[in-house]
């Protein structure tokens, strides 16, 4: 009986180490590394980004995962991450 509880307890821990690791690709998605592998044209905004600024709606936002948090936009050949639900720059470039 123990044998049989002690080799259920491994399956159990087995199983859901698997679980975890078997979670869509998008799941996490690095955005600052998204952006880089996805470059988008620059866009023009009429000031320079500056950390917690917010972005015009006329700027168009990149969206690497649906529902995600942040998403991103190229100036001067930078990825400029933005918070979707503020549209408030988080971060610029490297």
Not at 41 to 53: A, H, I, K, Q, Y
Not at 59 to 69: D, H, L, N, S
Request: net charge positive; aromatic share 10%; hydrophobic share 40%.
């Amino acid at each position: 009986m123990r044998k049989l509880a002690g080799i259920a307890g491994f399956a159990l821990i087995a199983s859901s180490a698997l679980a975890d690791t078997a979670q869509p690709a998008t799941s996490n998605v690095n955005v600052y590394q998204y952006a880089l592998e996805h470059p988008a044209n620059d866009t023009s905004v009429p000031f320079l980004p500056v950390l917690g600024e917010s972005v015009p709606a006329k700027v168009k936002i990149e969206e690497p995962q649906k529902g995600g948090r942040y998403g991103y936009f190229y100036y001067a050949g930078q990825p400029i991450i933005v918070d979707l639900a503020t549209r408030s720059v988080v971060r610029i470039g490297q």
